[in-house]
């Protein structure tokens, strides 16, 4: 498998980007949804796991921004038309802007709390301003508002490329699947 993107498929460095981005997403999720069903001495450990995979997400984001311009991705799989053209780049577009979206509001909300920035438990980047309790609520709100949005935007992706497959019968799920994926 090649490493970079050629006119029919992903490479693997677009595949592993994609695919780690996705897991990170899921299971930052998961834990900022569950945070309070865990026993309340795992809290600083589930935050901490949380907001790592939230920095991890950020920092895949980059450089697979980085990477789309030194290996750009294959042209759609299916001839569309315009609308449907645009309507694919726009969720993609959306995507990637609640892929940045989510963790700076995650970031904001942390230094809201008058708490450090712990960077993956290498060190920390310290509240820029004092606890904010008021304006941590309403930063609150906005990254959970942003991450549901993120998770219901990003399904609809992985329904559209089922539909690809399933219903369209074209390669658009299988260029993005390591070997070229099966017929599923």
Known sequence: MALRNDSRRYGSIGMLLHWLAALCVLCAWTLGLMVDDFPKSWEGAVVFTHISFGLTVLTLLLVRLGWRM????????TPFDPWLGIAALSVHVLIYALLLMVPVAGIVLQ??????????????????????????????????????????????????????????????????????????
């Not at 030194?70 to 799989?77: H, Q």
């Not at 310290?126 to 990003?154: C, F, M, Q, Y």
């Open 70 to 77: 030194a290996s750009p991705p294959p042209p759609l799989a």
């Open 111 to 184: 230094f809201a709390r008058g708490q450090s920035l712990p960077l993956f438990g290498l060190f920390e980047i310290a509240s820029p301003w004092a606890r904010d309790r008021t304006l941590a609520g309403s930063v609150k709100n906005v990254h959970e508002l942003l991450a549901h949005a993120l998770l219901i935007l990003a399904s609809l992706h992985a329904l559209a490329a089922l539909v690809h497959h399933y219903g369209l019968k074209d390669d658009t799920l299988r260029r993005m699947l390591p070997g070229g994926g099966s017929r599923l």
